[in-house]
């Protein structure tokens, strides 16, 4: 707890988890058990096992929301844990940006469904994707307000590349997701699989991030 303002680091932390653990559950009741008809008999159990599958298959389109969805909050709550990590003390305004970023997370699953459900419409495409980059816009501005208070909210001698990389791979997620909404007026179907190139700045080492984001010669120093 910061002395200077009487709040707690650890209740932000403990309270996003907590939103990020309902939100990610919350993801999975879009998903329903496929219904078959009740006229199928005992002995036409083939028929109703090729009913039950093609229900299956039908889920296709919202088991990719859900798989995608699941790993962009995935991706963001790392991103705030790592944030976390090096924010060593929290004021009122880094709180109320934190509260903004938990709003918009909790949207996420409202855009999910929308996105699971109608994958073929454009505007489900821009919903979910302004969703997330409103998301990892208000992740943007909380470590950016952190680093700019850097004597008071952030550990010190902390490494350059650290203070960078984060923001960096926010704004490649927010590049992605405003190529995919240019796709989607072109080719939904490709946008939608286009969500899941965020899995590249989430898995690509810190340095190979740092170079393709700003260069080379960024990379070097």
């Not at 200077?4 to 309270?15: A, C, N, P, W, Y």
């Not at 700019?148 to 927010?174: A, C, M, Q, W």
């Amino acid at each position: 707890m910061s002395h200077k303002t009487g709040l707690s680091k650890k209740r932000v932390e403990l309270l996003t988890d907590g939103i990020f653990a309902v939100v990610m559950t919350l993801l999975v009741l879009d998903i329903s058990v496929p219904q078959i008809s009740s006229s199928h008999d005992a002995m036409d159990s083939a028929a109703a096992g090729t009913e039950l599958l093609n229900g299956l298959f039908d889920l296709w389109p919202k088991l990719l929301s859900f798989g995608i969805s699941f790993i962009i909050l995935a991706i963001y709550w790392l991103a705030h844990h790592r944030q976390f990590y090096y924010i060593k003390h929290v004021d009122r305004t880094l709180i109320w940006i934190n509260f903004m970023f938990l709003m918009a997370t909790c949207l996420f699953p409202f855009s999910a469904s929308l996105l699971g459900e109608y994958s073929q419409q454009q505007i489900s495409i821009f919903v979910f994707g302004a969703n997330s980059i409103i998301i990892a816009s208000f992740l943007s501005v909380q470590w950016w307000y952190a680093l700019s208070h850097y004597s008071t909210l952030v550990h010190e001698n902390l490494d350059p590349i650290i203070k960078t990389i984060s923001l960096r791979r926010l704004l490649f997620g927010i590049i992605v997701y405003l190529i995919a909404i240019g796709i989607s007026f072109v080719d939904v179907h490709l946008s939608v699989y286009f969500f899941a190139l965020i899995l590249v700045s989430a898995f690509m080492p810190d340095k190979i991030m740092h170079r393709m984001t700003f260069g080379a010669l960024a990379g070097k120093k």
